[in-house]
């Protein structure tokens, strides 16, 4: 008997499904625990596993039985310390250990991916296990360090600390102001037109009373057309969405919270609508997908090359269209489907005038501005034709412009700039911050972000993540006294050094060993910290 080890009940049943009679599937989320002993070296730690567990002793009888074992456990060094820890179960080791990557859970994708196993990536299991022995040891030693200091420290993890602190950190400066633009009219066709200085920079005018006094005087004024020209213009495709952009439009679209986003996703995984989040998507994908346009579209949408694969979330199956799926996913699945399947549509093809405006009393008084505008129309929709409102047309068609010509005042618009110089990055969405910050482990940054809220650390307003006034404390606290650990350089380093690891381009004893004197240095720091409350807290 073989056996397989998947994440999830129901990817056990989907596998048992696709490869029928023969084969033992069972899941194994849970089973893995982090070594006690931060400073633990081997690759497998100390695995104490809780009594009564009925899938621990399920995978156990089936570890000491079976003849060889597939881990087909997700993708990535999680997947991998995932299998390892399960088969650390077996009293003695399996003979036949492959491991197997399922990018979906279709059945020909199952059938696909065992057909071409591999060994477990040892160096992936390093990496994850240097993670997990980071962790417990950050939380570990800055806890003791504020417990010295008589400040409460809630349990949360060193992702946690290192996003508070982010979250805490003043924006970038920016120059409030506010900018003008003008709707005109070119005979029947509308036109947006951007107003600037004589000297072609954006105009800014420090205070709305400037700004109102500009729309009336633009609301009298004269336009004429000063010079135009035109060019074809090639729009090419969005790439379809990794995890972190699919975060992003999740929040802003269709108004879903990242942590709810991941939970979507991985349910969609698991019923075989969506490849997996960090695999790349099979390449018999495209080949069906080009299949399905030339049925659907026809043959002037099917590129004359085919796509090159890229990293991004794909529907498992380009037949099920979005219309076909129930429930609560319906939404994140449409907006998967139909930014893949626009990815592998040709782009489309623009014509494009532009157009300087020139502004006075009349014509012998101009103003010192100029306006420029962009009339656009589609001369082919391309991939568009999927996704047609990434891109608003202008409005009416427009005849040949010429110097000199008369042009219409329609409407002024206002638009203000914020001004966040000096100010911490409030209004800051979690989608918006894991983009920035934590795109490489969405899921951890997830996590981090609702441990932080429930130490009340950090605050939800409406979809806004604001810092409380004690976290505020503790990201200043955090900052003098943990620059190893919270600088702004700090943990994309940490996350360099693990993929290195993951590469075997590195060991893992070095890395911890270093990350481990860089806090001690900074606890053998002389200067105390300055005097921070902090209220107690109770730990999450």
Not at 89 to 99: D, E, G, M, N, Y
Not at 344 to 367: C, I, K, M, N, S
Not at 486 to 492: E, F, P, T, Y
Not at 494 to 521: C, K, M, N, T, Y
Request: proline residues 9%; neutral net charge; glycine residues 6%.
């Amino acid at each position: 008997m073989n056996v397989i080890l998947v994440e999830t009940p129901a990817q056990a049943k989907r596998v048992a499904e696709a490869l029928g009679a023969g084969w033992r599937v069972e899941p194994c989320a849970g089973l893995e625990q982090d070594a006690p002993d931060p400073a633990h070296t081997g690759v497998r730690p100390p695995f104490a596993p809780a009594e009564g567990s009925d899938r621990r002793a399920r995978v156990r009888q089936a570890l000491a039985e079976c003849q060889a074992v597939y881990a087909a456990t997700p993708p990535g060094p999680a997947g991998e310390w995932l299998a390892w820890r399960a088969l650390a179960l077996a009293h003695t080791p399996p003979a036949t250990v492959c491991r197997v990557t399922l990018s979906a859970l279709t059945a020909p994708a199952i059938r696909e991916a065992f057909a071409d196993p591999r060994p477990l990536n040892r160096s992936a299991i390093e990496a994850e296990a240097a993670r997990r022995q980071i962790e417990p040891l950050t939380a570990e030693v800055v806890a003791a360090a504020a417990r010295q200091h008589g400040h409460a420290l809630p349990a949360v993890s060193r992702t946690a600390l290192v996003a508070l602190c982010r979250l805490a950190a003043p924006a970038e400066p920016t120059a409030g102001g506010w900018t003008l633009a003008l709707r005109v009219r070119l005979g029947e066709a509308g036109l947006r037109a951007a107003v600037h200085t004589a000297d072609g920079a954006r105009i800014r005018l420090s205070t709305p009373e400037r700004a109102q006094a500009a729309v009336r005087m633009l609301q009298t004024a004269q336009y004429w057309v000063t010079r135009s020209g035109q060019r074809e213009h090639v729009l090419h495709a969005p790439a379809p969405c990794t995890v972190p952009a699919l975060l992003l439009e999740a929040e802003r679209r269709l108004g879903i919270v990242p942590a709810d986003a991941l939970r979507l996703l991985a349910t969609l995984y698991d019923a075989a609508w969506i490849t997996h989040p960090e695999a790349a998507p099979p390449a018999r994908l495209y080949a069906d997908a080009r299949d399905f346009i030339r049925s659907e579209y026809g043959a002037a949408y099917v590129p004359e090359e085919p796509t090159a694969p890229a990293a991004g979330s794909a529907p498992a199956d380009i037949r099920r269209v979005p219309d076909a799926l129930p429930g609560d996913g319906a939404a994140l699945y449409r907006l998967i489907w139909t930014r893949f399947v626009a990815a592998q549509l040709p782009p489309a093809r623009l014509r494009q005038t532009g157009v300087q405006l020139g502004v006075g009393a009349d014509r012998e008084r101009p103003y010192p501005l100029t306006l420029w505008g962009l009339h656009t129309r589609i001369a082919f929709d391309g991939w568009l034709r999927l996704m047609p409102e990434a891109l608003a047309p202008s409005e009416g068609e427009l005849a040949e412009v010429l110097a000199g010509d008369a042009v219409r005042f329609s409407q002024a618009e206002v638009e203000r700039i914020a001004s966040d110089a000096g100010t911490p990055d409030a209004g800051t969405t979690a989608a918006a911050l894991i983009a920035r910050h934590g795109s490489a482990r969405p899921a951890a940054w997830c996590a981090a972000l609702q441990a932080l809220e429930a130490a009340d650390l950090v605050r939800m307003d409406g979809d806004r993540l604001t810092v409380s006034e004690r976290g505020a404390a503790l990201a200043a606290w955090l900052g003098e006294r943990f620059p190893a650990l919270v600088g702004d350089d700090a943990d994309a380093g940490l996350e360099r050094a693990l993929q290195h690891i993951a590469a075997g381009a590195r060991e893992r004893d070095p890395v911890v060993h270093a990350f481990r004197e860089r806090l001690s240095a900074d606890l053998r720091r002389a200067s105390p910290p300055r005097p921070v409350v902090l209220r107690p807290a109770r730990e999450v």
